[in-house]
């Protein structure tokens, strides 16, 4: 055989392959989540991902680079810019993030919004206060507004009531296996944060409040592709 013809093939073999990945890509979604938490959410979400049987390929879970909301989103979008650069850019880009005390929070969600409204795919996840309501939604529905009392801050008290839930006494930032010690009460979890989010929308609430539920649904629809 000569080199004419072994470089006619090792050229068709590599186009196959060129074409089967482009297929691949065309059929799987790539999201990205970057999370103001450094261990809580991200742990979380590893674990949900894992779950889910996403692989991190298509799922990056990307480190923080800044705890504030502000520095969230920037941080999302220099890892977007990046990978659109590259001439694959990610479809989805999560920015997760807590109200808290947050000076910077009303402006991180706006910047995700206006990067939306010029054709980016940004999404800002919030909760209100904090993560922790999202998993306090597990337990059933609530509705009742979280506040600072005293040293406590008032994601603190968020905190002290999970605490009070089955198996969550000792609840720390960072716990591994949350996610495998809630899983089975997740689907009213999301029912609860749907509620949480039309009583929002026609009271004007805005404590508590959750939008993790979006991210999870967004996941689970992924990992159904």
Known sequence: MGSEDLFRRRKARDGAALQRQKRERARNKRYLIVCEGTKTEPQYLRELRDDLRIRPQ???IAPND????DRVVAHAVALYEEDA???????KVY???DRDKHTTFDVAVQRAKDLSAKGKPFVPITSNPCFEVWLLLHFGYTD???HSVG???VGDQVVAVLKTKPGFAIYGKGQKGIYDQLKGKLSQALTH???LRKHGAATGSINPATDVDVLVTAMQALAAK
């Open 58 to 60: 298509v799922l990056r």
């Open 66 to 69: 800044g705890v504030s909301p």
């Open 85 to 91: 650069v590259a001439g694959d850019a990610f479809d």
């Open 95 to 97: 920015c997760v993030f």
């Open 144 to 146: 009742q507004p979280f």
């Open 151 to 153: 040293k406590k801050s």
């Open 193 to 195: 944060a749907e509620r």
